[in-house]
């Protein structure tokens, strides 16, 4: 009985790996709304607070989220990175909008982000993961895109109420999510 369930449990393995190697692929949708072509992924990428910070505090590990957006408005793009905060307890990281709040660190460097407002759109490119998390919408070039895609290193600053930092790094290698993102917006190495 136990090895008629041996092929069983390989096959599903194997489904939910391939199944997770295209969870990120790269998603086109038209906003009905307002005529927009958003560019997105087909699920943000996760990260999730360092092991040396949810230690020191003794709380419960806090996640973050990020997804690439293109906006496309008859031919006129615009970029930004989609953000979500999900604090392990309901004690907020601190405010992610605030000026400086958010430092993406790459191989190359730190960018600190900047929040903007998303265009009025039907629905969002993304949802937030859990209630009490806070979103956001930071203005991002192509360069920086290109950058991140780039990069092996991508880390997540967050700058918390106490003015210490929260560090987050991602659940996966996010080179190639993002280098698919890139391709399938047609972002080429120009």
């Known amino acids: 009985m136990r090895l008629s369930l ?9 489904l939910v790996a391939c199944a997770g190697q295209f969870a990120n692929k790269p998603a086109e949708v038209l906003d009905e709304r307002t005529g927009m072509t958003v560019g997105a992924l087909q699920a943000p990428v ?3 607070e360092s092991a040396q910070n949810s230690a020191a505090s003794g709380k419960r590990i ?3 989220y990020l997804g690439p957006v293109e906006w496309d408005r008859s031919g006129e793009l615009t970029y930004a990175l989609w953000i979500h ?9 601190g ?4 000026e400086g709040a958010l430092t993406v660190l790459l191989d190359d460097g730190p960018s600190v982000l900047v929040p903007s407002d998303a265009p009025a759109a039907g629905s969002g490119p993304y949802q937030p993961i859990a209630s009490w998390g806070q979103t956001s919408y930071f203005t991002i070039n192509v360069e920086l895109l290109r950058r991140m895609a780039a990069s092996r290193k991508l880390q997540l600053d967050f700058r918390a109420q106490d003015q210490s930092t929260v560090e987050f790094t991602p659940t996966h290698d996010t080179h190639a999510t993002l280098t698919q993102f890139l391709q399938a917006r047609g972002i080429t190495a120009d």
């Open 85 to 93: 905060v999900a604090p392990g307890n309901d004690k907020p990281v």
């Open 46 to 48: 996760e990260f999730v």
């Open 95 to 98: 405010d992610i909008r605030s």
């Open 6 to 14: 041996i092929p069983v449990v390989i096959a599903g393995g194997l």
């Open 62 to 64: 806090s996640f973050a």
